[in-house]
């Protein structure tokens, strides 16, 4: 069954250090979505890509995160510097485009500690 | 920001009783979907439900809509010890835009 891979699982990272994460989604979906959750929260959406175009990124700190999609398939989300109140599960999603009624696929989430 | 809010913030029941979880929005939707999360994991698709229907069914799932009251509820029926896990509920504004998820349900079902 096809799903959405993310890499690394877990990262702890020291504060004003760089982190990546990387995910894959489905064969298809063009449009792809990363989500931070907070411990006890629900997810809340940091970019929307369509392709590989930027369609929402009203929500990224963008002083100090980044996303790219540079070919449309496979995305990276980096923080520089990291901060202690990034401490939090980092999802990508993707979904078919062009159909309203549609679910995301959810990774399985990267899971960042800053210390 | 979150627009929907699930009630209650937790649940624990016995297993073999059901579970409902009630969800409220703020704006108007093009469809409402339920996702589950176990601890530590990404989420699950569990049913989706459009603005025009008022009752969907899945399994041992049932989920309500009211867009006059703008709230959804979510029925598991007799519920399993592997029900244990978060809930959410989510929003979709207006049709392929990105979902707008609640603060979820903590559901825990005692064997």
């Known amino acids: 069954e096809a799903e959405v891979a993310q890499s690394p699982r877990y990262k702890i990272t020291e504060k004003s250090q760089a982190v990546a994460f990387w995910c894959d989604p489905i064969s298809g979906h063009a449009t792809l979505y990363w989500y931070r959750q907070i411990l006890g929260q629900g997810p809340e959406l940091l970019v929307q890509f369509q392709d590989e175009s930027v369609v929402d990124d009203s929500q990224l700190p963008k002083d100090r995160f980044s996303a790219e999609r540079l070919k449309g398939v496979d995305s990276t989300l980096k923080i520089q510097p990291a901060e202690l109140g990034d401490s939090a599960m980092y999802l990508c999603a993707s979904s078919l485009s062009g159909n309203p009624d549609t679910e995301a696929f959810f990774g399985q989430g990267t899971r960042l500690t800053v210390v | 920001s979150q627009q929907g809010e699930e009630d209650p913030q937790a649940l624990s029941i016995q297993e073999g009783e059901n579970a409902t979880m009630n969800c409220s929005y703020k704006t108007s939707i093009n469809n409402l979907q339920w996702y589950r999360q176990n601890s530590g994991r990404g989420l699950v698709h569990l049913i989706l439900i459009r603005s025009n229907e008022r009752e969907k069914h899945s399994g041992r799932l049932r989920v309500t809509l009211d867009t006059s009251k703008k709230s959804s509820s979510l029925l598991i029926t007799a519920s399993r010890a592997a029900d244990t896990a978060s809930y959410f509920c989510?929003?979709?504004?207006?049709?392929?835009?990105?979902?707008?998820f609640g603060k979820g349900t903590r559901l825990s079902v005692i064997a």
């Open positions: 989510a929003t979709d504004p207006s049709g392929n835009t990105p979902l707008v």
